[in-house]
């Protein structure tokens, strides 16, 4: 912006001018845009779970359907922190990235779970049902039966969503670990 003042043959409201002009799209606080990015990466997720549930008709288990929840959580976290000034909204990121954190930990324990390390404590996971209880009105796939988006790829979608909760989880720390930028 300075450059406007210091070029010669420029009357000062030629210099305004250009200052207006070159302050324009700066009105987006990053906050902002990466509160907003973080909402689009809870919908892509969620969005993708759905479509391999509705048109692929793969069949999610009761720690799949967990493993949805923190992006929920997150997509409401995003909107909020959008909506609000830069320091509240960079402390509501952080509980975002804390929601992030907490889904890495259900995914990896989900992955446990599919590679046989523990068991699920879930009921519905290991058929184990309560007598006199009624049955879950949850998916009958077993959680230590992997899931695979992409044919050929052994990588299931529950080590997908951990990979991806993680980058995800770094990436705003990162993010939120740097000094913020005055405007």
Request: overall charge positive; proline content about 10%; hydrophobic content about 50%.
């Amino acid at each position: 912006m300075s450059g406007a003042r210091s070029k010669p043959g420029r009357n000062p409201q030629q210099a305004r001018q250009i200052q207006r002009i070159e302050r324009i799209g700066t009105g987006v606080r990053p906050h902002r845009i990466a509160a907003l990015l973080v909402v689009l990466a809870g919908l892509v997720a969620l969005g993708i779970a759905y479509f391999a549930q509705d048109v692929l008709l793969l069949v999610p288990c009761e720690l799949c359907l967990w493993e949805r929840w923190p992006y929920r959580i997150v997509i409401a976290l995003g909107i909020v922190a959008a909506l609000l000034p830069r320091k509240p909204g960079r402390v509501v990121l952080g509980l975002a990235a804390l929601t992030f954190l907490a889904n890495v930990g259900i995914a990896f324990f989900h992955v446990g779970v599919e590679f046989h390390w523990w068991l699920s404590p879930l009921p519905e996971c290991n058929g184990i049902l309560t007598p006199g209880a009624p049955l879950p009105a949850t998916p009958g796939r077993p959680c230590d039966a992997p899931v695979y988006l992409i044919p050929h790829l052994p990588v299931s979608m529950s080590a997908m969503d951990f990979l991806n909760s993680l980058v995800l989880f770094l990436l705003l720390t990162a993010y939120l670990m740097r000094k913020p930028k005055r405007f």
